[in-house]
Structures are given as structure tokens and as C-alpha cells.
């Protein structure tokens, strides 16, 4: 359950986030693109499983107004699957625990739910892109499983984007993680 203001930290304690408020949302991505930054930042000496048997990638969205990174900045390196690619990931190259990701132009930064002790994560509200699976039928039906984007995920973000009043501050990512 989350509280008004929470403190969360790669896995060596380096990097230090404060996240203020309610999340916009909770969700499981299922997109291709998740799955395949999954494979790729798992590679990675000592990173933790990302995605889990389902494919999913489990994300805690924020507001970035509500962010706050503590310390550790400088230990944080942007990754894209491609050099034109709308989404960067962003890990914390002390120890490669993946932190968040974030769309060019996005309001809001999604949070790897690995940065919560198991008992504290936000519980999923619904998966999202499930039609890129192969077969989305296996996927259990205990939170609504979205073929692609919802209305009600889209007016979630605009939503926020209202409350925010329309801002939408940057996060500077100083280096590139090469893998």
C-alpha cells in the first residue's frame, strides 16, 4: 500500500527516489517492446528478472511532479532499443537495477514495481498490449486484459495531466547504457 511520500532504492541503495502521492496507475505491459528491453537489460551482471512468466513487465506510473530522485543521479544511464526510439529505460548502473522508463514528450515516468518489497507493491489494476502476444487467451482474467490502450488508461494520464496543469518536468539522464 503506498503512503503519502515513499523512499525507494536500486538494490545496492545508491540511487534513491522519493515518490510522493498516489500512483496514477498500476499495470502489466505486455507491448514488444517491453518484452524485448526485458531480454536484453536481464543480460546485464547481477540485474534482476524484469518481465515475469507471463511476459509481463509490471510499471507503477507516476506523475513526474511527484518524483524526486534523492541521490544517485549521476549513477543513472538511459537505454534505447533503437537511437530514434520514443521510450528510454533508464537503469542504475551501480548495481543494473532497472529504475524507470519514460516516453519523449510523457508526463508521467513508469516505475519497475521490483523497486518495492514484494508486500508493498501497488497491486496491478489491468495489463496492457496484450495483443502483441501470440496467444493472450492464456493470460489469467484477474484484472482487465487490454488488448491495446484503454480509454480509461488514456483519460487516467490526462487526468493527472490536468492536475499537474499540464507541466511536464524533465528528467536529465546524463550517460548511455551500451549493451
Known amino acids: 500500500m503506498m503512503t503519502d511520500s515513499q523512499t525507494l532504492a536500486c538494490a545496492c541503495g545508491q540511487v534513491k527516489m522519493r515518490l510522493a502521492g498516489p500512483p496514477v ?18 543480460t546485464l551482471p547481477g ?24 541521490s544517485g543521479a549521476q549513477s543513472l544511464r538511459q537505454f534505447r532499443l533503437s537511437p530514434g526510439a520514443p521510450t528510454r529505460r533508464v ?36 495489463r496492457t498490449m496484450t495483443g502483441d502476444l501470440e496467444d493472450p487467451s492464456v493470460l489469467p482474467d484477474d484484472v482487465p486484459n487490454l488488448k491495446r490502450h484503454s480509454l480509461r488508461f488514456y483519460a487516467l494520464l490526462l487526468g493527472a495531466w490536468i492536475r499537474m496543469r499540464f507541466r511536464n518536468p524533465k528528467f536529465s539522464v546524463e550517460g548511455e547504457l551500451n549493451v
Open 91 to 126: 537503469v542504475a548502473s551501480c548495481c543494473n537495477t532497472p529504475v524507470f522508463l519514460e516516453f519523449t514528450g510523457g508526463h508521467w515516468l513508469s516505475f519497475y514495481t521490483g523497486l518495492w518489497p514484494e508486500r508493498a507493491r501497488p497491486p496491478v489494476e489491468m
Open 25 to 42: 496507475a498500476s499495470v502489466e505491459c505486455l507491448c514488444t517492446s517491453c518484452r524485448a528491453a526485458a531480454q536484453i537489460l536481464q
Open 47 to 70: 540485474s534482476p528478472l524484469i518481465v515475469d512468466d507471463k511476459g509481463a513487465t509490471a510499471l507503477v506510473i507516476q506523475r513526474k511532479d511527484r518524483v524526486e530522485i534523492v
